[in-house]
């Protein structure tokens, strides 16, 4: 099991920016990703990255505003979220996968999950 701890979320303005950090300990794991949940919503994909190598996958709707990095040293993920939209109110998870996958867009392929952090975008 990986135990995964976020921050960084919060209030901001539509078009203002947000980094989100996912600290992450225990075994090693293959890859991250980022999910968001918001109310009456089923959890979906963010943004993903292979924790080796650094490949990187996007939700369309979020490709060019928003950008999934790694620390590997501190074993820390990132998502930088800029220009936000009020659409993008949500709760973040980070989740983290031991194996490779040939996708990383489903929730359930993914055994570790952090608590979550809110992220809410006003007008």
């Known amino acids: 099991q990986v135990h995964l701890v976020e921050s960084g979320g919060g209030l901001v303005q539509a078009g203002g920016s947000l980094r989100l950090s996912c600290a992450a300990s225990g075994r090693t794991f293959y890859a991250m990703a980022w999910f968001r949940q918001a109310p009456g919503k089923e959890r979906e994909f963010v943004a993903a990255?292979?924790?080796?190598?650094?490949?990187?996958y996007y939700k369309d709707s979020v490709k060019g505003r928003f950008t999934v990095s790694r620390d590997n040293a501190k074993n820390t993920m990132y998502l930088q979220m800029n220009s936000l939209k009020l659409e993008d109110t949500a709760v973040y998870y980070c989740?983290?996968?031991?194996?490779?996958?040939?996708?990383?867009?489903?929730?359930?392929?993914?055994?570790?999950w952090g608590q979550g952090t809110q992220v809410t975008v006003s007008s």
């Open positions: 989740a983290a996968v031991t194996y490779s996958l040939g996708r990383y867009d489903d929730p359930n392929k993914f055994g570790s």
């Open positions: 990255i292979k924790w080796s190598g650094g490949t990187t």
